[in-house]
């Protein structure tokens, strides 16, 4: 499949850089992975504690591209360190189990899979872009949910989370 995209047009020439930055960051590091490699130090420097709110040399010097955005968790990373960011880890998964837990207690067949399906698309865009900043994943773009700066990332979040409170709500109705 990795044969036939990269020798086909079924890719366009960014999505081939990224593939190759995923691949060997190093090979273009003032191209495509410099983002890539900005990210590793930043994250990297931040140790247990981090080096303080609004802190980050990194971050605040400007060197980390998107940061607000696509590599928001790098900020997390190097400002709250290791600590500071197993607890944004542990709020998304807190968030998806949630989500599950509603679904699976949901007397409607609709309301379980509606809330399946949203913690489905939480926990995937929760371990793409925090995968990405940690360079296990390629760059795609996907925001960090509840946490990316963004209008319709964080609309389409909250709207989510109103339709799994209506389910939870319909579930309460009919128990009592």
């Known amino acids: 499949v990795a044969v036939l ?91 998806v189990v949630r989500t599950l837990v509603i679904g699976i207690r949901s007397r409607d067949a609709f309301g379980r899979i509606l809330c399946g399906a949203i913690a489905g698309w939480f926990l995937f865009q929760s371990v793409e872009n925090i995968g990405m900043n940690l360079g296990l994943m390629p760059v795609t773009g996907v925001p960090l949910p509840f946490v990316s700066y963004g209008g319709s990332s964080m609309f389409s979040c909250w709207i989510a989370v109103g339709l799994v409170g209506n389910v939870h709500a319909a579930s309460r109705r009919r128990i009592s």
């Open 5 to 95: 995209a990269f020798t086909t047009p079924l890719l366009a020439q960014y999505q081939r850089d990224r593939l190759l930055a995923f691949w060997r960051p190093e090979a273009d590091p003032s191209g495509i992975g410099y983002q890539v490699a900005q990210v590793k130090l930043a994250i990297g420097s931040g140790g247990w504690f981090g080096q303080g709110l609004f802190e980050g040399r990194s971050t605040q010097g400007g060197f980390i591209p998107f940061q607000y955005t696509d590599f928001v968790f790098s900020v997390a990373g190097e400002e709250l360190g290791f600590v500071g960011a197993l607890g944004i880890v542990a709020l998304e998964m807190f968030v």
